[in-house]
């Protein structure tokens, strides 16, 4: 378990500092290790022996910004979230909705226990309903030989839990059988992958048929996590604002057009977490999108409503994310990043990620239904141009940032 520090989510003109003070302020809050210290001040590059472990036929590295989201308060925690993206805009909207949440007691997000699925097909099945009658009457015997993919797990307390079989096509004799199977902290596809290419055989022998694919699918309904968040008519910026984010929302609903730009604001924030903390940012990606579509419409994955006199957001998707594997351990900014968090279980990380995503979606509903977007937007991006330049200076760059604070 990491023994967690107290730490404060506010830090009074963080923005304003220069880099190197804003790198000693985070370092010495006692969070980081001496090699996460020394990674951020060596200015965070990824060593190419590192990579060249990571990937294939590696060349390089590509680096992204790292930068700490402030004012997060999740269910009742002062949380730095660290962000690795490069629009410029969202770590300083996030921190700014973050502010105006916090003065309602923060964030309160609540993950499902961790179970991923995964599928297996078959085709070519004689009488498949029956077959899947037969698969439900094996059920505990099925789960029982895939533990037996995997033993660490199960001794760690995870395992297969459920099992479920769908009929996709009756003449073609498709069916595909779904495993439940809880992973722990791991993301947890290379288990249930496993699971898939055990049990396939298994299930093959009693029902006959062609073995497909065994693989996860990126949509862990049963794995997802959910957030609320309110905000006080007079802190998001009084009833007219309250009611035009009320009325985004109404729109977002009913719209797919709006839904799913309305969903990419979301996405900031979730993929910039999870980039920073080394996550699998494709198959959250895929997920959110299809959770979204799942009920035959693309909605949005937060909406707004009014609650007493507050505007209250609920965001829900699911989240498969891991504390340990993938290049939680190897990858140094990753480590410190999780070093910032403070955190060892994944469903916990799955709560900051949703956090950061409803944060990132007030920020820009508040811009959309207030000004526009292009006013903030675009001095940001003027930032980013005159760095191009090279004419930036200090003062436009806080300036900027300013705006959103
Ligand atoms: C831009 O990256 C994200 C927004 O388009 C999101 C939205 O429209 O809700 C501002």
């Not at 698969?135 to 015997?141: F, I, N, P, V």
């Not at 809880?182 to 992958?193: F, P, Q, S």
């Not at 049963?222 to 985004?248: C, D, F, N, P």
């Not at 999870?274 to 895929?286: C, F, K, L, P, Y």
């Given at each position: ?77 002062d949380v730095l979230v660290p962000m690795a993206v490069e629009e410029p805009s969202i770590v300083a909207a996030a921190s700014n909705a973050a502010r105006l949440v916090r003065l309602s007691g923060g964030f309160f997000a609540e993950a499902t226990p961790p179970v991923m699925t995964t599928q297996v097909q078959l085709d070519e099945v004689p009488e498949p ?277």
């Open positions: 378990m990491v023994e967690r520090r107290t730490v404060s989510s506010r830090i009074s003109g963080f923005y304003r500092k220069p880099l190197n003070n804003r790198v000693e302020i985070i370092t010495g809050n006692g969070l980081l290790s001496e090699e996460s210290k020394a990674h951020l001040d060596g200015g965070g590059y990824l060593d190419p022996t590192v990579a060249d472990r990571l990937s294939e036929n590696v060349i390089g590295c590509h680096s992204l910004p790292l930068a700490v989201a402030l004012n997060f308060r999740i269910n009742g925690r309903h029956l077959a899947a009658e037969r698969l439900l009457q094996d059920r505990d015997e099925l789960l029982r030989l895939a533990d037996q993919a995997i033993p660490n797990m199960v001794r760690r307390g995870g395992g297969c839990r459920d099992l479920e079989v769908r009929v996709l096509d009756e003449d073609e004799g498709l069916l595909v059988v779904h495993l439940y199977v809880e992973v722990g902290d791991a993301m947890g596809a290379n288990l249930v992958d496993s699971v898939a290419e055990v049990i396939a055989p298994q299930i093959q022998s009693r029902i006959g048929g062609r073995i497909g694919l065994r693989i996860l699918t990126n949509l862990p309904l049963r794995r997802t996590v959910k957030v609320t968040a309110r905000v006080s008519t007079q802190a998001v910026g009084g009833e007219e604002m309250a009611h035009g984010i009320l009325r985004a929302s109404r729109f977002a609903s009913l719209d797919v057009f709006r839904a799913v730009t309305h969903n990419k604001g979301i996405m900031n924030g979730i993929d910039a977490v999870a980039v920073a903390t080394g996550q699998d940012w494709r198959s959250i990606e895929a997920g959110a999108h299809a959770f979204a579509a799942f009920g035959g419409q693309y909605k949005p994955l937060a909406t707004w409503k009014r609650v007493e006199d507050s505007v209250e957001g609920t965001l829900e998707l699911p989240m498969a994310v891991g504390t340990v594997g993938g290049s939680t351990r190897v990858h140094p900014g990753v480590r410190a990043a999780f070093e910032l968090l403070q955190l060892d279980r994944a469903g916990e990380l799955a709560e900051v990620i949703a956090a950061a995503g409803l944060a990132s979606n007030l920020a820009a509903l508040r811009a959309l239904a207030g000004e526009g977007i292009q006013r903030g937007h675009m001095r940001l991006h003027h930032r980013k141009a005159t760095l191009f330049a090279e004419t930036e200076s200090a003062a436009v760059a806080n300036q900027a940032e300013g705006e959103f604070r």
